[in-house]
């Protein structure tokens, strides 16, 4: 999931820099969108192992 956000933040800097500004807007979301779901189930996998009481790293 955090490569997909960072393929969109990509494509969103291209389609800037060419000015495409509406496909760089959409792409900044969806990658803004996919990083926001990564770090929300990155921390709920820390507070799991966490209350299981095993290290996962």
Do not use: E, P
């Not at 959409?26 to 996998?45: D, H, M, P, S």
Request: glycine residues 12%.
């Amino acid at each position: 999931m955090l490569r997909w956000a960072l393929i969109f933040f990509v494509i969103s800097l291209v389609a800037g820099a060419f000015g495409f500004t509406g496909i760089a807007a959409g792409a900044g979301r969806i990658a803004r969108l996919l990083f926001g779901l990564f770090l929300v189930l990155a921390i709920v996998v820390v507070v799991v192992a966490l209350l299981i009481g095993q290290a996962i790293f």
